[in-house]
């Protein structure tokens, strides 16, 4: 079983997308996003903290991604609005990933990650 983000796609310079994870039978810490340029190292984006369900998010997306999780489900969303080119990447969604764990502020034991196949979001005109 793995995570599996979808959702992505190509939209306009200020559009919005919503990427989903489905997490249901993952037990993990902490949830989140990240992303990937070719060439680039990976960049936290979000994250969920199961413990209090605090969100955390990076300087670089802040005020316009927005994620939340259903409970229900188990299954993680990424809203992003006011999207911009440099946000084009490989999404993935990811548990307890040191990235998320640092971002979310996680501070039980380590815990062994997981993260599956991506999105892919473009931006362009």
């Known amino acids: 079983v793995q995570l599996q983000a979808s959702g992505g796609g190509l939209v306009q310079p200020g559009g919005s997308l919503t990427l989903s994870c489905a997490a249901s039978?993952?037990?993990?810490?902490?949830i989140g996003w990240i992303r990937q340029v070719p060439g680039k190292e990976r960049e936290g984006v979000s994250c969920?903290?199961?413990?209090?369900?605090?969100?955390y998010y990076s300087d670089s997306v802040k005020g316009r991604f927005t994620t939340s999780r259903d409970n229900v489900n188990d299954t993680v969303y990424l809203q992003m609005n006011n999207l911009k080119p440099d946000d084009t990447a490989v999404y993935y969604c990811a548990t307890d990933l040191p990235t998320l764990a640092i971002m979310c502020q996680w501070r039980g034991p380590k815990r062994r990650g997981s993260w599956g196949q991506g999105t892919l979001v473009t931006v362009s005109s």
């Open positions: 969920f903290s199961r413990s209090d369900g605090s969100t």
């Open positions: 039978g993952f037990d993990y810490a902490v």
